[in-house]
């Protein structure tokens, strides 16, 4: 099993859209976690991190639950430039190693 | 502020010839420094990261070495390249702050290699 598991996509949503990412994470990655951004042929960014009691950053919101080792990504009136690839990020062991999940492609159109 | 930088942009190169990808960090001491690898349509794979100059933990077996040189130099390197290097380099740093690490990393913006 994957350490870190996401739905490849792609999600395709008009602008305005609500869309929800899932992510799901075994024992080793199991410290930290984030959510990344990636462009096309760029390097991933981070988009926020995620806490155990959920957080907000304007129209994204995370959230963590450590009994289901699951991880989501709400974004909320979603724009034309949010269109990208979002990666699932867990931290695990000392180093800040990171462990990246596969991403989910999004595309938000007109 | 800090930055990060990785050369070439860029790379094609044809199966059996060496490598040498650089990456450089400026406005900070001491980072940990890491190297990645993206195939197409994959997710990023960690292939080394350093603690310090001369200290390279090795993460997967594979065909390439790291080497640190300097405290803010970080170099991946191959003596004979397989099709199966192909795929975007990302160099990353993160930093030590007090007694907790800080978790972000912050990557450069990458070199896309392609084996011929």
């Known amino acids: 099993r994957k350490e870190v598991e996401q739905d490849p996509g792609p999600f395709n949503v008009p602008e305005g859209a609500t869309v929800a990412f899932n992510c799901t994470y075994s024992?080793?990655?199991?410290?930290?976690f984030f959510w990344y951004r990636q462009d096309c042929r760029k390097e991933p960014k981070l988009l926020m991190s995620?806490?155990?009691s959920g957080n907000e950053d304007g129209r994204f919101t995370a959230q963590l639950n450590r009994a289901s080792q699951y991880i989501s990504l709400l974004i909320r009136d979603s724009k034309l430039s949010d269109s990208a690839t979002y990666l699932c990020v867990g931290l695990s062991g000392g180093y800040n190693k990171l462990i990246f999940g596969a991403g989910t492609r999004l595309a938000v159109h007109p | 502020s800090q930055t990060i930088h990785q050369w070439p942009a860029t790379l094609v190169q044809p199966v059996g010839s060496p490598l040498s990808l650089e990456c450089t960090v400026e406005g900070t001491s001491n980072p940990n420094l890491y190297w990645y690898r993206q195939a197409a349509g994959r997710g990023l794979q960690l292939l080394f990261y350093s603690v310090g100059i001369g200290q390279i933990s090795s993460e997967v077996p594979q065909n390439l070495s790291a080497s640190r040189p300097q405290d803010r130099q970080f170099i991946l390197s191959s003596k004979k390249l397989l099709l199966s290097d192909s795929g975007f380099y990302l160099c990353a740093w993160s930093v030590m702050f007090r007694r907790r690490e800080s978790p972000q990393q912050f990557f450069g913006p990458g070199t896309r290699l392609t084996v011929l």
């Open positions: 995620v806490y155990s």
């Open positions: 024992n080793s990655a199991s410290q930290s």
